[in-house]
């Protein structure tokens, strides 16, 4: 006996759609808020890299804050065909808008350009702050670390759509942070060099503990023909020439 099952996979079709799309629906908006992620972290390594380039130990000095958060706005949160001008502040209005960056009611990601904030100085990684760079015998600017920021506010999707939720209410703000290293090297030779780590005791025991850690497996495999890396001892690490190859200045 035969049954009738005409129409069955249409339907089991349009359920598993159904099902589906919400999931669809929000693909495309988590793609822009991936997209708005990244060009937050670009934005933050602009910042902090200019610190590289201009800082207190240049003849131009830091450039101003504001100066700089215009030019991070401009060139990574406006159109991106934007030209590359000094001073060039981006507008709320279309022609300056990223226009992938919106809603699925055609309406701005980012309200307004100027809530996007941007923050330059030195680290408050407080962590961070405590590594042996810091430390006096190595002559670097205190602090040596510099941190650029920025933090982005999203506008919530359309409320009232069941699909939309929970991204009519999240409140989203996407930060990220960059620091780097701005105090400049200034060892001058090898023996100033070990003078200036030896001087540095959270240096010295931090390589002390490296040292023992390294020696282990060496320790354990009995290769006694083989030296274990003495990494406290910078002697072992010297780039000295011997003094039969030296020439003697005329």
Known sequence: MKYQQKGQSLV???VVAIALMPLLLLIPMIAKYQDISHAVQVGSRYAAFDATVNNDQTTAGFKPADDLAIEVRRRFFSNPDAP???KDAAG???AHQNLFWRDPAD???IQKIDDI???VGPSQDVDTDRIFLRAGAFKLNDPPLYEGAVQVPLVNLPSGIRSYEPFDALDLRIGRKTVVMIGNWTGHSPSDVNQRVR???DLTKALNATSSV???PFALLELGHVSPPEVGKLERWEDLVPADRLRARK
């Open 199 to 201: 001087a540095s005791q």
């Open 214 to 216: 390294m020696s282990l």
């Open 107 to 109: 309406k701005p990601l």
């Open 92 to 94: 709320d209005f279309k």
């Open 84 to 86: 590359i001008k000094t």
């Open 117 to 119: 904030a941007v923050r």
């Open 12 to 14: 089991e079709f349009i």
